[in-house]
Each structure stands twice: as structure tokens, then as C-alpha cells.
T-cell receptor
Framework: GQQVMQIPQYQHVQEGEDFTTYCNSS?????IQWYKQRPGGHPVFLIQ?????EVKKQKRLTFQFGEAKKNSSLHITATQTTDVGTYFC?????????????FGPGTSLSVIP | EPEVTQTPSHQVTQMGQEVILRCVPI?????FYWYRQILGQKVEFLVS????????KSEIFDDQFSVERPDGSNFTLKIRSTKLEDSAMYFC????????????FGQGTRLTVV
């Protein structure tokens, strides 16, 4: 079946350092979504990418969708303690329901003040 | 800001017992979901619900699971005979319309089966 993988599983950074998490799918995706889950919290939608090679920015966060639509990345510039949490990517396979996205295992980010 | 609310926040039940997890989606939303997250693991899709019927379900959503929208506001997940491996955080989510990108998640119900 379709697999969505993320690396790294854990990342510890000093506050002010940059952070990147990578999402890779075993199959081409229609779109990819990114969610953030704070410790003890619930997933919160961040963004959706649809087009091949698409790049979107939200303040210090930059999201990219690969040319082949099989991978994506989330880059955070100059991390802050408020960035702490687990970042999940979730992908939809072409021909499947929009609802049935497959979540990756997440990258847990710790920021050391 | 409107939000999805779930009750209870924590449910402890004995193996073999039935549990009902409750959710109140955002009032004008039309698409409703249940997800599961085993502690420390990824979020897993269980089921989606639209127009008073299931639109999609995953392999996890077997005959032990059912969903219902008994009135205009509540959306419930029932597990008929709980197993130890059903212990997880269960999230309800809702979306306003199809292809609207943002799904709003509730705070979750932590189910512990003993």
C-alpha cells in the first residue's frame, strides 16, 4: 500500500537555528497537506500544496512540493520555542478520495532556548 | 473562533465493553471525520461521513466500529466491544465543504482500555 515517510523522526535545535523536515511518498500524490501538533494537543492544519514544484511561505515557514509530486519539505527559519511540536505531512493519492489522506509518522521538533 | 468539541476528554473502559465517543462539529460544516492516534505514533484515518452516511472508511474501521449523527449537532463513534489495542487518542474533525482544504480537529478523547 501507499507509504508516506518522514525524516528525521526527531530533531533538537538551538533556538535561532533552522529546521527542515522531509516527506517522501512511495507513489505520486495529488496534493500534500502539512499539520502541526503541539505536545498534548491536536493536529492543526498549516497548508496544502497541489502543483508540481509549488513553494508556499507562511512567515518563517517555507513549504515545497517536489517536481515529481512524490516528496515535500517544510523549512523553518530561525526557530523559536513556539515552533515546538510534531509536524505531520499527509498525502492524497490520485484517484482516491480527498478525505482518505495518509499521514506520515511525523517529525518531532524540540527547540532549546 | 468556532471549534470542534469532544467529550469526554478521557475515557477508561474495561476490555469488551462498549464505548461511545462524542463530538460536536463546527455548526455549518458538512464533512465529519474520525481519526485515531496511538500514543507517540502517527495520526490514522478511520472514517469520513457526509450527508448522513459513511463516504470513506479505512481498514481499521471494522465491524466493531460505527458512526452516527443522531441529531443536527452531535457526531458519535461507537466501539462495540473494546480491545486493548483500541487504546488511543481519538480525534474528531470537520470540514465546511469538499475540497475546502482545512479540516478542524477537536481536542481529542483519550481512550484507555484495561
Amino acid at each position: 500500500g501507499q507509504q508516506v515517510m518522514q525524516i528525521p523522526q526527531y530533531q533538537h535545535v538551538q533556538e535561532g537555528e533552522d529546521f527542515t523536515t522531509y516527506c517522501n511518498s512511495s507513489t505520486t500524490l495529488s496534493n500534500i497537506q502539512w499539520y502541526k501538533q503541539r505536545p498534548g494537543g491536536h493536529p492543526v492544519f498549516l497548508i496544502q500544496l497541489v502543483k508540481s514544484g509549488e513553494v508556499k511561505k507562511q512567515k518563517r515557514l517555507t513549504f515545497q512540493f517536489g517536481e515529481a509530486k512524490k516528496n515535500s519539505s517544510l523549512h523553518i527559519t530561525a526557530t523559536q520555542t513556539t515552533d515546538v511540536g510534531t509536524y505531520f505531512c499527509a498525502g492524497q493519492r490520485p484517484g482516491t478520495s480527498y478525505d482518505k489522506v495518509i499521514f506520515g509518522p511525523g517529525t518531532s521538533l524540540s527547540v532549546i532556548p | 473562533e468556532p471549534e470542534v468539541t469532544q467529550t469526554p476528554s478521557h475515557q477508561v473502559t474495561q476490555m469488551g465493553q462498549e464505548v461511545i465517543l462524542r463530538c460536536v462539529p463546527i455548526s455549518n460544516h458538512l464533512y465529519f471525520y474520525w481519526y485515531r492516534q496511538i500514543l507517540g505514533q502517527k495520526v490514522e484515518f478511520l472514517v469520513s461521513f457526509y450527508n448522513n452516511e459513511i463516504s470513506e472508511k479505512s481498514e481499521i474501521f471494522d465491524d466493531q466500529f460505527s458512526v452516527e449523527r443522531p441529531d443536527g449537532s452531535n457526531f458519535t463513534l461507537k466501539i462495540r466491544s473494546t480491545k486493548l489495542e483500541d487504546s488511543a487518542m481519538y480525534f474528531c474533525a470537520s470540514r465546511y465543504k469538499f475540497m475546502n482544504t482545512e479540516a478542524f480537529f477537536g481536542q481529542g478523547t483519550r481512550l484507555t482500555v484495561v
